[in-house]
């Protein structure tokens, strides 16, 4: 089976996507489509929504909050990536991620990883 699409919009695109999904001079499939392309950059996925209508029906398919999952990455991760970027080196993400998983036995991923230095 092919893995999920996975996509991320701009704040300008996501912008435009609503303009066209809740304008009445676009065609209707047009406006459609627009917001099943805002839906995915916000993360649901159209097997998810079908899944949850059918071991729940129509119940299934009202809004719930996703749970927030604990946060993997801590304050003491962060001063221990501080003082690891401090060192007279360089370092690579997949580097960062093993110091991190020798030092707390957490593997963040590289997109973790990265958004956290961009902070």
Known sequence: MAAPISIRLTLEEDARFLELAESPQVHPKIR????????A???????????????????????????????????????????????????TIPQLQEAVEGAFGV???????????LR
């Not at 071991?55 to 690891?84: D, H």
């Not at 590289?110 to 958004?115: G, Q, S």
Request: glycine share 8%.
């Open 32 to 39: 459609r489509w627009a917001q099943m392309v805002r839906l």
């Open 41 to 91: 950059g916000q993360g649901w996925a159209v097997l998810d929504v079908l899944k949850r209508f059918l071991q729940e029906g129509t119940s299934g398919l009202v809004y719930r909050k996703p749970s927030e999952a604990e946060a993997k990455f801590t304050p003491e991760m962060e001063a221990f990536l501080r003082t690891c970027l401090a060192e007279d080196r360089a370092w």
């Open 107 to 117: 593997r963040l991923g590289r997109t973790t990883l990265h958004h956290q230095l």
